[in-house]
């Protein structure tokens, strides 16, 4: 099995992709997109990360970050994943085998790197015909963008240029 070598400085913009094992659909339960999101909360608070973006989908996730703590972003991974195993199990849920072993990453290189990653992340939900706009989809960062000025409320109702060179799907 090969070894993979991730190198990140302290303040590189990470955007992640985490896949479920075989892609099953095991995020579409609102219940496990609410403890995924407590996950969040639970890391962020004992490793330390900054939180720029996030998706979630039935069977994966997009998610931009700073890793600020002690912890890199392997580690914060790992820990999401494992959190994540922990609740659903606490809760009675199947937790085994939730999530492919890897994951992807790609450090954002400038600014034009880091919108279309975040136009890409909010407009997932539209691409994969989950809603007609992201302002529909409840799984997403895309709210707290728009009270930042960053969106308005109707973008997205027709896809943005600056997705169509991402495919981070696998």
């Known amino acids: 099995m090969p070894r993979y070598r991730r190198y990140f400085s302290p303040e590189d913009w990470v955007f992640i992709t985490m896949v479920t094992a075989e892609r099953r659909p095991w995020l579409r339960d609102?219940?496990?997109?609410?403890d995924?999101?407590?996950?969040?909360?639970?890391?962020?608070?004992?490793?330390?990360?900054?939180?720029?973006?996030h998706v979630i989908l039935d069977d994966h996730l997009h998610w931009m970050l700073i890793a600020e703590g002690r912890a890199g972003v392997s580690r914060l991974v790992s820990s999401v994943k494992l959190g994540v195993l922990h609740r659903r199990r606490r809760i009675g849920q199947p937790w085994r085998d939730l999530w492919q072993p890897r994951f992807y990453d790609h450090i954002l290189r400038n600014e034009v790197d880091f919108r279309r990653h975040l136009d890409y992340i909010h407009y997932n939900p539209v691409k994969h015909g989950y809603v007609a706009s992201p302002a529909e989809y409840p799984w997403s960062s895309f709210p707290s963008w728009v009270r930042r000025g960053v969106y308005d409320y109707h973008w997205g109702e027709h896809e943005p240029a600056s997705t169509t060179t991402i495919n981070y799907e696998s």
């Open 30 to 34: 609102a219940q496990a997109k609410e």
């Open 36 to 53: 995924l999101l407590w996950v969040f909360r639970s890391v962020k608070r004992h490793h330390g990360y900054r939180h720029i973006a």
